[in-house]
């Protein structure tokens, strides 16, 4: 039988036995003792039931609390609003419309619009008055 982890151990002396973790638990003392660590799925009950923090259970999966975050770790969207280049209105807008500045449509009023390219009922800004 393959050697349990230490933060196993701890646990279950956190709480005095394994009958009493798997009665936490709410499972067989069986399946305790089937366990090399703390299953990804029973982190967070056990933190709760022995107050040892997910990252000390599993660090492969939880890194400590003060630690940098890593680029992988980030969001694009994080990495996106830290990034030095920052949205001209233009690409601004295409990104809120759901397309890039190449593939967004020319509406009028654009700057560098083309009238061929408008939908001639759109040639004026909307408002406008025509005389």
Not at 59 to 72: C, E, Q
């Amino acid at each position: 039988m393959a050697e349990k982890d230490q933060a196993l151990l701890l646990a279950i002396r956190a709480v005095g036995t394994g009958d009493a973790l798997a009665a936490g638990l709410a499972i067989t003392p069986q399946a305790i003792s089937q366990w090399k660590r703390v299953p990804l799925r029973r982190v967070l009950e056990v933190e709760r039931l022995t107050g040892i923090p997910r990252h000390i259970q599993r660090p492969d999966l939880y890194p400590p609390p003060n630690a940098p975050r890593t680029p992988s770790a980030d969001s694009t969207a994080d990495r996106a609003y830290r990034s030095d280049q920052h949205p001209t209105p233009d690409t601004a807008r295409s990104l809120e419309l759901g397309a890039t500045a190449a593939t967004a449509a020319p509406v009028a009023g654009d700057v560098g619009a083309e009238p061929s390219s408008l939908d001639p009922l759109q040639q004026a800004p909307v408002g406008a008055e025509q005389l």
